[in-house]
């Protein structure tokens, strides 16, 4: 069972860089993680996803280490608008079934 | 391009009454996830379409809970009774292909449902 845990919390001051990690033992061998970012009455919002080693987009890097059962989401000098809860996406390796982190509630300070 | 849209926002229902919530997908993703989250826990995967087929529904938590997608266009979760236990946002999530885990899931905004 792929199951996944955060960090429940973490402070940061605006423009710093902050990183947070979700392990994911049990994942499968074909599996992807993605990782998704969360505001107060809305629905989960995409924002990176990566299989190994490490991906970067504009908003975003995804760092995997080579046994995968954890990855990194690391967030660029960070702003109050980045205030929000952000999850960790598995599955279970066939496409069937996803398994969300527990989340990670992000507080940016000014 | 429209994303997923999810009816109605709220609902506040009695319990031993039903409640039916819909969730359109984004035009041409033939996957259709079902997810919720209750008061203080995870968001739980409920079930997964591929079209109009159910992949897998082993995280629907009792037969109280039907979901349909009769077309693969638009989808309902039905609860029937609706019990105190059920309250919580039940998010609707669809993606492009063929639903492996390579497979970006985009959410709609969620139902938030209260039994009272």
């Known amino acids: 069972l792929a199951k996944t845990t955060q960090p429940i919390s973490m402070d940061s001051y605006e423009g710093q860089e902050v990183n947070i990690t979700c392990s994911h033992n049990n994942i499968a061998t074909n599996d992807y993680i993605t990782w998704y970012q969360q505001f107060p009455s809305q629905g989960p919002r995409f924002i990176i996803q990566?299989?190994?080693t490490k991906v970067t987009n504009e908003v975003a890097s995804l760092f995997i280490p080579a046994d995968r059962k954890s990855s990194t989401l690391s967030l660029p000098r960070v702003s109050l608008s980045d205030t929000a809860v952000y999850y960790c996406l598995v599955g279970d390796g066939i496409g069937n079934q996803f398994y969300f982190g527990t989340g990670t509630s992000l507080t940016v300070i000014p | 391009e429209a994303g997923v849209t999810q009816f109605p926002s709220h609902s506040v229902i009695e319990k031993g009454q039903t409640v039916t919530l819909r969730c359109d997908p984004i035009?041409?993703?033939?996957?259709l996830y079902w997810y919720r989250r209750v008061m203080g826990k995870e968001i739980k995967f409920l079930l997964h379409?591929?079209?109009?087929?159910?992949?897998?529904e082993s995280g629907m938590p009792n037969n109280r809970f039907l979901a349909e997608r009769t077309g693969g266009t638009y989808s309902t979760l039905k609860v029937q009774p609706a019990e105190l236990e059920d309250s919580g946002v039940y998010f609707c999530a669809s993606s492009h292909r063929k639903g492996g885990s390579t497979d970006t899931q985009y959410f709609g905004p969620g139902t938030r449902l209260t039994v009272l």
């Open positions: 035009s041409g993703h033939d996957n």
């Open positions: 379409f591929v079209k109009e087929s159910k992949q897998d």
């Open positions: 990566g299989y190994k």
